[in-house]
């Protein structure tokens, strides 16, 4: 897909299912989740592109739990489920030991309860059809696939990995869908917006409709969620973005880009306002 030191080809919108993981956080468009770190300000982006932070434990098991929902056969070839019992006794730590003589990296080797926890989360998507049909790729879902794109009114260039891409022959063949693992999804509204997925939803439509025909040949409209909670029992909900929560994405998206656009013209990266700002309390400080 490159074409030089520069970056991509001229091309406004490209789309590789192929791409591996690391190869598509190496490039160098925009992502949504870098919007978020933008949105905070443009100083705190240029230090994240700069020397970007580790991901956390929770990212780390959303990661896991998206390969191993949606790659299943990759997730059996790249893990390895970690001994039994504490790994402060002597025995466990040889049979860790004895993994990583073997070959397997420290970090392809899986805790038995998180292994467990894992496996748990994907059986129940199994367990529901929906989730089936928007997920896997069993059902004819283009999963993980890698999608580049021009923003039509700042021209900037733009990424985002796809979870799903259902079957077009399918009932839900006009969604895009997305696996998110979630706390409670009793609260998952708050969670969509706290995470920023309502802007995420509209970025990957938006991303999607810039292709003049895409290789599946089927307009994308709608975004589902499947979300699953990351404790016992498991529980699963999907949910579909609506319209007035891909508004506020766009307008967003709209607002950020062009801040990211202006900073990139002029290479200055502003911080927080260096002025004196009012300083007052939470609303509900006022009604203990």
């Known amino acids: 897909m490159k074409t030089d030191k520069d970056g991509y080809t001229e091309s406004v919108w490209e789309i590789d299912p192929e791409m591996d993981e690391r190869t598509y956080h190496a490039s160098e468009e925009i992502s949504n989740s870098q919007l978020s770190i933008l949105k905070k300000s443009p100083l705190h982006l240029k230090?994240?592109?700069?020397?970007?932070?580790?991901?956390?434990?929770?990212?780390?098991?959303?990661?896991?739990?998206?390969?191993?929902?949606?790659?299943?056969?990759?997730?059996?070839?790249?893990?390895?489920?970690?001994?039994?019992?504490?790994?402060?006794?002597?025995?466990?730590?040889?049979a860790w030991a004895e993994l990583e003589e073997e070959g397997w990296k420290p970090e392809s080797i899986i805790a038995p309860a998180v292994y467990d926890q894992i496996m748990a989360m994907r059986e129940s998507v199994l367990s529901n059809p929906i989730a089936c049909q928007l997920l896997l790729p069993e059902y004819g879902a283009v999963t993980e696939a890698s999608m580049f794109w021009s923003d039509e009114k700042t021209g900037v260039r733009c990424r985002g990995r796809i979870d799903s891409i259902p079957a077009k022959d399918l009932e839900y063949g006009s969604v895009l869908a997305d696996l998110k693992t979630t706390r409670d999804c009793t609260e998952f509204s708050r969670s969509s917006y706290q995470f920023s997925y309502h802007r995420q939803a509209a970025f990957y439509l938006s991303g999607y409709a810039r292709g003049?025909?895409?290789?599946?040949?089927?307009?994308?409209?709608?975004?589902?969620?499947?979300?699953?909670?990351?404790?016992?029992?498991?529980?699963?909900?999907?949910?579909?973005?609506?319209?007035?929560?891909?508004?506020?994405?766009?307008?967003?998206?709209?607002?950020?880009?062009?801040?990211?656009?202006?900073?990139?013209?002029?290479?200055?990266?502003?911080?927080?306002?260096?002025?004196?700002?009012?300083?007052?309390?939470?609303?509900?400080?006022?009604?203990?």
């Open 212 to 288: 003049e025909l895409s290789p599946w040949e089927i307009e994308r409209t709608a975004f589902a969620i499947v979300a699953v909670e990351k404790t016992p029992p498991y529980a699963l909900a999907i949910y579909q973005m609506n319209d007035e929560a891909l508004d506020l994405g766009n307008s967003e998206i709209d607002e950020l880009l062009a801040i990211y656009k202006h900073c990139q013209d002029t290479d200055q990266w502003p911080g927080y306002d260096q002025g004196i700002q009012e300083l007052s309390l939470p609303n509900w400080a006022f009604y203990r």
């Open 47 to 94: 230090t994240y592109l700069e020397a970007a932070e580790p991901p956390t434990p929770a990212m780390v098991l959303g990661s896991q739990v998206h390969t191993c929902v949606l790659e299943h056969d990759r997730w059996l070839t790249d893990v390895v489920k970690g001994p039994e019992g504490d790994r402060r006794l002597k025995k466990t730590k040889q």
